[in-house]
């Protein structure tokens, strides 16, 4: 279905990519989809997937068209859906509005349409291609690609450190390390994902809520963005969060995973407010990759990882984590203050070994963007 594309084409997809870059932050747990419309050389209508639950891409494109829809081609950034979910087939849509051409940028990951939406569109008679900018549209979904083909979401870690590579003083003091910047900074991570994850240690030192704040996001729509709330998940074997937490208490949802060891304490977080998961094969800890799973069977297509050296140590060992955020200040906290993993490596032959993609300064403090490699140098995501 691939095929030769003009310089026109291309443009039409970017317009369509950039589009569906506008559900960035509300969109979870479906993909983000540009659709642009174009007869005549004339862009007649143009839409993005806005929020789970309502119309795609392409229904709000087909409606700023109208019937200039007919003997048109739509640009689609993913292959437009043919089953029933929440909404109708965006598929039928298009052969009913009388498209005569459809470029999708990707086929779909999703097992309920994996080029089934293609299929039909030329069935119908519709000429039909895809992989037209397939690189960049998969740079926007690349959480929900992860969990429709491993059935894991995308696990990215943020962590503050200073000059030093340290991330708290040893009483578990770390408020604040960075500055504003950095903080509005997390809050948009925060926004683009389905679900937060944090240690009990973090809540009992910090008392952290992990949750979106308007005031902090920085962006024009926050108030709407802040409407939907990340999941927030403390993984605390034994129950110790107290009841009076702000990450329970706070708007949105808050899961507590624990061992069955812990089991009696459940009854009085539950009456809190919060989800209590015992995991009832684990007695000592949370397993770590258990839980990815699950929050995969939950539909999160990205997951915030904000937590402290033992937690982060212990994902980065397991291979959970497929990117890091680390923002550095320019300062420094001393040889007796926590690292930024908790690592207990002894020689150099255990060294983990790291893919830098990207550096920028945020305010007075850096961001880094790295990935985690396995031993052979291969990426671990």
């Given at each position: 279905m691939s095929g030769t594309f003009s310089p026109e084409d291309h443009a039409y997809m970017a317009r369509a990519i950039r589009l569906a870059s506008r559900g960035k932050w509300t969109t979870m747990p479906n993909p983000r989809v540009g659709c642009v419309i174009v007869r005549n050389?004339?862009?007649?209508?143009?839409?993005w997937h806005q929020w789970a639950?309502?119309?795609?891409?392409?229904?709000?494109?087909?409606?700023?068209?109208?019937?200039?829809?007919?003997?048109?081609?739509?640009?689609?950034?993913?292959?437009?859906?043919?089953?029933?979910?929440?909404?109708?087939?965006?598929?039928?849509?298009?052969?009913?509005?009388?498209v005569t051409r459809v470029i999708a940028a990707m086929q779909d990951p999703n097992p309920s349409v994996a080029g089934r939406g293609l299929a039909m569109l030329k069935e119908a008679g519709i000429e039909v291609h895809s992989g037209l900018l397939e690189a960049e549209a998969r740079k926007l979904n690349l959480g929900f690609i992860k969990r429709m083909e491993t059935g894991r979401p995308l696990v990215k870690a943020k962590l503050a450190m200073s000059m030093d590579g340290r991330t708290a003083m040893a009483s578990g003091e770390s408020q604040w390390i960075t500055g504003s910047d950095a903080r509005r900074d997390v809050q948009q991570l925060r926004a683009a994902s389905c679900a937060i994850i944090?240690?009990?240690?973090?809540?009992?030192?910090?008392?952290?809520?992990?949750?979106?704040?308007?005031?902090?996001?920085?962006?024009?729509?926050?108030?709407?963005?802040?409407?939907?709330?990340?999941?927030r998940v403390v993984v605390d074997s034994r129950l110790r969060t107290p009841v009076l937490s702000k990450v329970i208490s706070g708007p949105g949802h808050c899961l507590i995973v624990a061992t069955s060891g812990a089991a009696e304490k459940k009854k009085a977080l539950e009456q809190a407010g919060a989800e209590v998961l015992i995991q009832e094969e684990m007695t000592e800890h949370v397993c770590l990759?258990?839980?990815?799973?699950?929050?995969?069977?939950?539909?999160?297509?990205?997951?915030?990882?904000?937590?402290?050296?033992t937690l982060a140590g212990a994902m980065l060992q397991e291979q959970l984590?497929?990117?890091l955020y680390i923002y550095m200040a320019p300062l420094l906290m001393g040889s007796c203050a926590r690292p930024l993993f908790q690592l207990p490596f002894e020689t150099m032959a255990e060294k983990q070994p790291m893919t830098i993609c990207d550096i920028q300064a945020v305010g007075n403090d850096w961001r880094i963007t790295a990935k985690p490699k396995t031993m052979n140098g291969s990426l671990t995501a």
């Open positions: 050389g004339e862009i007649t209508g143009e839409g639950g309502e119309g795609h891409a392409e229904v709000h494109a087909l409606a700023m068209a109208g019937k200039n829809a007919r003997n048109a081609t739509a640009y689609v950034s993913l292959e437009p859906c043919s089953h029933y979910g929440r909404t109708p087939p965006c598929a039928k849509a298009l052969i009913k509005a009388g944090t240690g009990v240690g973090s809540i009992l030192h910090d008392d952290s809520s992990l949750t979106l704040r308007e005031e902090q996001l920085g962006l024009p729509d926050a108030r709407a963005i802040c409407k939907r709330q990340p999941l990759t258990s839980l990815i799973d699950e929050l995969g069977r939950r539909g999160c297509n990205e997951v915030l990882l904000e937590t402290g050296a984590i497929d990117e």
